[in-house]
């Protein structure tokens, strides 16, 4: 991403930025991109990027093959090329083990990282080790999942618990009452859990006669599809089957259409793996909840890199990527584009929409 003289344009900082809040959240970059442009037109050359060294980020991460975190790799190369570094490590473990996932980022202080991205699906396992990182100079960040009582830098993810109960309440416009399923990948985890428990405190308000049935699908993605099963086989009068992880949500949306319960059950979930999208498409399910998981890599890289540049003195703010519905009536784009900001294979422009709908309030305000 940089010209011929080292330099770094806004149009073109812009234009990897690709989407609107990466933007905003990105502004000190943008702002030095100016000054960049500002300097090349007086040739003054003032406002450029000092040299760096090739700074070495590490990304810890709980499920480093699931399907959901494609965007969000994409985004940390991303990222790493439009500063010039290298791409950052993955590392972690394919299946929730909170052990593998401590180990890694252990090595990661141990080699000297200079800034460490760790998904804190665990309380207590990584508060230590963020110390120590910390105490060495090395920034941590948390991103995807956060955790009480630990000492990242910053979050960069969606509202967990809202995202939850913002479902919950889409739930409630459809069902009022009996058993409803809701599969979910790690039970206790703090990437999916408060999710669940957003669910359920949302029904208890607006619609108390719904009675949630956990299912434990298990980390293993390729499992999903079997728990979602079995819990149906032995619920058969469930009068809605949802999700609140991606590879669940896949598992949902193959099951109603499968056993013909199009349009007989309410269905829905998160994220944006294809058997979802075309879940949605069909009819299958009402909903999946987009939360960008490519800003949740694109961001992190910025800000370690910026929070490095400035010896500390552009502090990262806490971000949330964000909670957008994809319903029938706005899956089209997803399904079409293919975009590597959703995990697609298209890397090319997406055009933008003739109009642009009004955001909810609560995107605005608080």
Known sequence: MKSE????????????????????????????????????????????????PEWRFVFVNHVTTNSFFVPTRT??????????????????????????MASAMETAVNSKAHGIAVALTDD?????????????????????????????????????????YKMGEKIAEKITSGTILVGISQPGGNNVQPRLDGIIDALKQVAPGVRVQSVNTGAEQAAELSAMEAAHTGQRDAKGIYAVDAGSTAACAKLIGD??????????????????????ESG???FTIDQSPYLQGFLSVLYLYLFRLSGTLVAPPVT???????????????????????????????????????????????
């Open 5 to 52: 003289t080292g330099t770094t344009s806004r149009r073109t900082a812009l234009k990897a930025l690709g989407l609107g809040g990466g933007a905003i959240a990105a502004s000190p970059l943008l702002a030095a991109c100016d000054s960049v442009q500002e300097g090349q037109d007086s040739g003054g050359g003032t406002g450029v990027f000092p040299e760096t």
């Open 75 to 100: 985004g940390l190369a991303d990222a790493a090329k439009l500063v010039g570094l290298p791409e950052p490590q993955w590392t972690g473990s394919e299946n929730g083990n909170v052990a593998q």
């Open 124 to 164: 207590n396992a990584f508060v230590d080790l963020t110390k120590r990182a910390l105490g060495a100079g090395i920034p941590v960040l948390s991103y995807n999942a956060n955790a009480a009582d630990n000492f990242p830098l910053t979050y960069v993810g969606q509202d967990l618990y809202l995202s939850g």
């Open 259 to 280: 056993r013909g319960l199009t349009g007989k059950v309410g269905g829905g979930g998160f994220d944006l793996l294809d058997d979802s999208i075309a879940g949605v």
């Open 284 to 286: 299958a399910l009402d």
């Open 320 to 366: 949330d990527t964000g909670l957008t519905f994809v319903t029938k009536e706005n899956v089209g784009p997803y399904a079409s584009a293919r975009s590597k900001f959703e995990g697609g294979d298209n890397d090319d422009l997406v055009e933008m929409p003739g109009s642009i709908p009004l955001p909810p309030p609560s995107v605005l305000t608080r």
